[in-house]
């Protein structure tokens, strides 16, 4: 289905070209060999001169095949075109190494990180972080937390939680919880914590559950912590918890990764709670 989508879209967005330059004025006079000979040296067949439109392809090294797919219907359909070619220039943007991880053993296909699913935990509850006995407790002066994750095979995720402060008395605080698909800004649940309602006591933990959704294989998502007092949340650095990933199910991704994209982190990176999850049942290696 992905490789469909890569030729699709190109096709979409080449024949929205297509139109946008039929619609504008004729084109402006190339410009005449500005700029040294060496400043193209790394593109050999790329003109110095002028162009309304530049369109970068990103393929991976081992794509040969849908490159020419590309190549042989609107990269050649815009090359013999007297006045498109003139006006937009079109490079494959491939990485300097190719993976030497088979696609079928990745993560993902735009990946090169091996998928490493080993003794995967069936039929009980996990909670997703957990704190060291001498990691001490207090309120942080940040507002919103948020913690990135993909998940590596389908999980259901039951309940969402916050860190218990130790130095107080009972749940004091008004705490919200959310969890988001990659891009979108709508949540796609909710949990509210306030002292009337605070959930169960979990460890060092208040969760409160959900509606089950099956998050998918490859699914990425952020949960987000919003404090709704003035005070801080009760947080901590990601190198400061511990990530049970049933199994290598589930990985926590980070801003340094590059792997993110912008606006995908929310407040602080870092974790001010949890959540409880389980593996589906139909696991098989």
């Known amino acids: 289905m992905r490789n469909w989508l890569v030729l699709l879209c190109p096709c979409v967005l080449g024949a929205a070209l297509h139109l946008w330059l039929r619609l504008r004025s004729p084109p402006p006079a190339r410009a005449s060999g500005a700029g040294p000979a060496g400043q193209f040296a790394l593109f050999p067949q790329w003109k110095s001169g002028h162009y309304d439109v530049v369109v970068g392809v990103l393929s991976a090294r081992n794509n040969h095949e849908l490159r020419n797919a590309i190549r042989s219907t609107w990269l050649k359909h815009l090359i013999q075109h007297p006045a498109l070619s003139k006006r937009v220039l079109v490079k494959f943007i491939i ?6 991880v088979p696609v079928e053993d990745r993560e993902d296909p735009y990946s090169c990180r091996l998928l490493n699913i080993t003794n995967p935990v069936l039929n009980q509850e996990i909670e997703a972080f957990s704190l060291s006995e001498d990691t001490s407790s207090g309120l942080s002066e940040d507002r919103v937390v948020s913690v990135s994750f993909r998940v590596l095979y389908p999980i259901v995720i039951t309940s969402l939680g916050v860190f218990y402060d130790a130095n107080g008395v009972g749940f004091q605080r008004n705490i919200t919880v959310k969890l988001y698909q990659a ?5 796609l649940f909710i949990a509210r914590f306030s002292p009337p309602s605070c959930g169960v006591q979990v460890n060092r933990l208040w969760y409160k559950p959900v509606e089950h959704f099956i998050l998918p294989e ?3 998502g952020t949960i987000v912590w919003e404090s709704q007092d003035l005070q801080g949340l009760v947080s901590r650095n990601l190198h400061k918890v511990t990530v049970n990933d049933g199994g290598g199910v589930l990985r926590v991704i980070t801003a340094g990764e590059g792997a993110l994209p912008p606006g995908f982190v929310e ?4 974790v001010a709670g949890g959540f409880i999850y389980t593996i589906q049942e139909f696991f098989s290696v």
Do not use: M
């Not at 891009?183 to 949540?187: K, T």
């Open 95 to 100: 990485g300097a190494h190719g993976c030497e």
């Open 183 to 187: 891009e979108q800004e709508e949540a």
């Open 218 to 220: 490859s699914f990425e």
């Open 267 to 270: 407040g602080v990176e870092g």
